[in-house]
């Protein structure tokens, strides 16, 4: 079943301008991650915050978690029309392992305009 | 990290056929992850490989229609069987890595495959 469900579904801004996209799930989480598509292709992990973290950095991007809210923020600074592409949100739920089982919301589409 | 290669990237098949996609990874292990991501959706687990056992399908997936092969640690394969125009999606194989002292699962993913059933 679906876990994350991200917001808004699709997103359009101008080169330069800062993206949010947000991610909220319903269970108990070891850590959420971030992950980008590029046209179709296979997913790149962008970065990963634990669940006892509340806010990670990592070059231009920031994510928070808010664990009493179930939910998270992605945040692209300064964009760039490279950073065009799907992101989705995805939880590990299984505790610990790594055979932990991934859940995906269902993915944001970022256009960024030169 | 994994460097995980799968093929064919995409392929365009008759209805009624079978294509089976390949996946190697260059370091061995233990469970390999197959997905499949329709238009426009998201990635839906639907097996997981195992090597040496059968592999366990998730809800709404079968054997019979996805069968999966796990020669070895760094290899497998998963088969779209009597293929339909449903069965058009992209196929991505996944393997997970632990990190940090959590042990919190990363994902690494193949390039995927684009299956057009015409």
């Known amino acids: 079943s679906q876990q994350g469900e991200e917001d808004p579904q699709a997103l359009s801004i101008q080169e330069g301008e800062n993206a949010t996209m947000n991610c909220s799930y319903k269970?108990?989480?070891?850590?959420l991650q971030w992950y980008r598509q590029n046209s179709g292709r296979g997913l790149v992990h962008l970065i990963l915050?634990?669940?006892?973290?509340r806010e990670k950095h990592s070059g231009r991007l920031r994510v928070t978690l808010d664990t009493s809210k179930k939910s998270s923020s992605l945040l692209i600074t300064a964009s760039r029309a490279a950073d065009t592409a799907s992101y989705f949100c995805?939880?590990?739920?299984?505790?610990?392992?790594?055979?932990?089982?991934?859940?995906f919301g269902k993915g944001i589409t970022l256009s960024v305009r030169p | 990290s994994a460097v995980i290669s799968q093929k064919p990237s995409r392929d365009i098949c008759q209805r009624g056929t079978s294509l089976t996609i390949q996946c190697q990874v260059d370091?061995?292990?233990?469970?390999m992850f197959w997905y499949r991501q329709q238009p426009g959706q998201s990635l839906t687990l639907i097996a997981t490989?195992?090597?040496?056992?059968?592999?366990?399908?998730e809800s709404g997936f079968v054997i019979d229609k996805f069968p999966i092969s796990r020669p070895n640690l760094t290899f497998s394969t998963l088969t779209v069987s009597n293929m339909s125009p449903e069965d058009s999606s992209i196929y991505l194989c996944?393997?997970?890595?632990?990190?940090?002292?959590?042990?919190?699962?990363?994902?690494?993913f193949g390039q995927g495959t684009r299956l057009t059933v015409v």
């Open positions: 915050i634990r669940s006892n973290e």
């Open positions: 269970t108990s989480i070891n850590n």
């Open positions: 995805a939880t590990d739920a299984a505790g610990t392992g790594a055979n932990s089982k991934l859940t």
């Open positions: 490989a195992n090597q040496g056992s059968e592999a366990t399908y």
């Open positions: 370091s061995q292990v233990t469970m």
């Open positions: 996944s393997v997970a890595r632990t990190r940090g002292e959590g042990f919190s699962t990363e994902a690494f």
